[in-house]
T-cell receptor, first 112, second 116 residues
Framework: SQQGEEDPQALSIQEGENATMNCSYKTSINNLQWYRQNSGRGLVHLILIRSNEREKHSGRLRVTLDTSKKSSSLLITASRAADTASYFCATDAGTSYGKLTFGQGTILTVHP | NAGVTQTPKFQVLKTGQSMTLQCAQD?????MYWYRQDPGMGLRLIYYSASEGTTDKGEVPNGYNVSRLNKREFSLRLESAAPSQTSVYFC???????????????FGDGTRLSIL
């Protein structure tokens, strides 16, 4: 099974609401990354949080990491229709070649 | 400012045919990767190249071969395509500024491959 397991699999909200996605993983990590994928496109890196960090912000994004629970969450505040996409967490175990292990993703739909 | 470029964008093959998926990056990155994305499965690593001149197997390498032609280019070859290889294929690259990781990967827009 995938290292990263995401919850929920799908999320539907109204514009202006907050969206929270969760990711759990099984083994030790060097960092955890979140990516967005718009329909028919490649993945775009959103934010990286190192294993010694607990929280990180970037614009309307807030990521938390709890290494004791092997879990992370991505919060998108004041969502917009343009945030509609699939969101993936990916764990980096710190190998020299940068291998990432991806979760199955959360499909976020933001209704105008 | 192209980033990672994949060709072709779409392809339909018959079972048993061969083809090569091309990937090129213009960011002078050391490491390159090939993934496949199937519904409900996330992305799975097929092969990677940590640096020019080296390639290694990922999670799902069977039925594929790769070539790191130079620092810019990393191709994926299907020697005898099978319906189970119907998927969306993504190429990615990553710089290696520091040892120990902490670098994001940059993705192309994918090749949508159907095998009949």
């Amino acid at each position: 099974s995938q290292q990263g397991e995401e919850d929920p699999q799908a999320l539907s909200i109204q514009e202006g609401e907050n969206a929270t996605m969760n990711c759990s993983y099984k083994t030790s990590i060097n960092n955890l990354q979140w990516y967005r994928q718009n329909s028919g496109r490649g993945l775009v890196h959103l934010i990286l949080i190192r294993s010694n960090e607990r929280e990180k912000h970037s614009g309307r994004l807030r990521v938390t990491l709890d290494t004791s629970k092997k879990s992370s969450s991505l919060l998108i505040t004041a969502s917009r229709a343009a945030d509609t996409a699939s969101y993936f967490c990916a764990t980096d175990a710190g190998t020299s070649y940068g291998k990432l292990t991806f979760g199955q993703g959360t499909i976020l739909t933001v209704h105008p | 400012n192209a980033g990672v470029t994949q060709t072709p964008k779409f392809q339909v093959l018959k079972t048993g045919q061969s083809m090569t998926l091309q990937c090129a990056q213009d960011m002078n990155h050391n490491s390159m990767y090939w993934y496949r994305q199937d519904p409900g499965m996330g992305l799975r690593l097929i092969y990677y190249s940590a640096s020019e001149g080296t390639t290694d197997k990922g999670e799902v390498p069977n039925g594929y071969n790769v070539s790191r032609l130079n620092k810019r280019e990393f191709s994926l070859r299907l020697e005898s395509a099978a319906p189970s290889q119907t998927s969306v294929y993504f190429c990615a690259s990553r710089d290696k500024l520091f040892t120990g990781g902490n670098q994001p990967q940059h993705f192309g827009d994918g090749t949508r491959l159907s095998i009949l």
